[in-house]
């Protein structure tokens, strides 16, 4: 648990989603950082820690989903300054499930390049909801 909470203030602290001015440019740099690419280390731990949730104390699920609704209240703060025709908060549901695979495609290794593309296509996408 302290290494899970560990991580997640780290993650915090690094502020990927508080920048200004907010909007687009704060969730594509979300996607593009938010997940680790440091030698043996891919991914998000909080995310790759979701499928250990039938393992790991009650506790473990509290921290996650809290850290989730942050995230997702955040997301939702950028998009709004977009002036989206879709609702905010229904796209940043979108955009936490997107990172939410991103970080599991990562421990394919698939590399850096192939996520770049990936999040270009998906930003242009969701520039025009």
């Given at each position: ?7 997640l ?5 690094r502020?990927?989603?508080t ?31 979701m499928?250990?949730?039938?393992i ?9 989903t ?32 997107y ?18 593309r990936k ?6 996408a969701?520039?025009?909801?």
């Amino acid at each position: 648990m302290a290494c899970l909470r560990h991580y997640l203030e780290s993650q915090g602290k690094r502020g990927l989603l508080t920048k200004e001015p907010l909007g687009w440019k704060n969730i594509e740099n979300f996607l593009k950082n938010g997940p680790l690419y440091k030698g043996e280390q891919q991914g998000c731990f909080s995310v790759n820690s979701m499928r250990e949730f039938a393992i790991l104390p009650d506790e473990a699920y509290a921290v996650v989903t809290e850290n989730r609704a942050l995230l997702e209240r955040l997301l939702a703060m950028n998009i709004q300054t977009e002036k989206t025709k879709m609702a905010p908060s229904a796209i940043a549901e979108m955009v936490l499930s997107y990172f939410s695979g991103l970080c599991i495609e990562r421990n394919l290794k698939s590399g850096k390049s192939s996520s770049t593309r990936k999040i270009k296509s998906f930003m242009t996408a969701l520039r025009n909801l």
